[in-house]
């Protein structure tokens, strides 16, 4: 072929042009689209996990505010439970009081009552003692002289006294 100036084959650098589009054309399938794909897929796979990692987090807030809506109802219910036991430990403890007042007014009545009746009682032996002793005297009145038996009424009547 034909030289150029400065010992330059055309024919040569055709060839070499040549070359070089054939190796970059085998470098493009052999390298640039199997390191496009494997780099497609890395992509693919870092995004799926990306996507599977927010919903997995889209989940747990899900369940963190689902637990927090029953901590809050199982609090509220608590709540309404304690008040409810309270009310009803309130209501028991003033009926125990009444019943407690109730009973203490029954006991005093009854005291009252027995220390009336043991008045009684003892009012009753008392009249019927004097009324024994009113006899006894009159009788000794009349029995025999009035003076003697005067003084043993009055000697009676001290030494009861004195014992009681």
Do not use: C, W
Not at 66 to 76: H, I, P, Q, T, V
Not at 103 to 131: C, M, W
């Amino acid at each position: 072929m034909s030289n150029l100036p400065l010992n330059i084959d055309i024919q040569q650098i055709f060839l070499h042009l040549f070359n070089f589009t054939i190796l970059l054309a085998a470098l493009y399938f052999l390298l640039y689209g199997p390191v496009k794909n494997f780099m497609n897929k890395r992509s693919a796979y870092y995004e799926d996990l990306d996507r599977q990692a927010q919903d997995k987090l889209d989940e747990a807030i899900r369940v963190r505010d689902s637990y927090d809506r029953k901590m809050l109802a199982a609090e509220d219910e608590i709540k309404r439970r304690s008040e409810a036991v309270h009310d009803a430990a309130a209501q028991q403890a003033q009926a125990q009081l009444k019943d407690a007042k109730e009973e203490a007014a029954r006991i005093v009545a009854k005291a009252r009552a027995e220390a009336q009746a043991e008045q009684e009682r003892i009012l009753d032996t008392a009249r019927s003692e004097l009324s024994e002793m009113v006899a006894a005297a009159t009788e000794r009145l009349l029995a025999a002289d009035t003076s003697s038996s005067y003084d043993q009424f009055l000697d009676d009547a001290v030494g009861d006294e004195a014992n009681d």
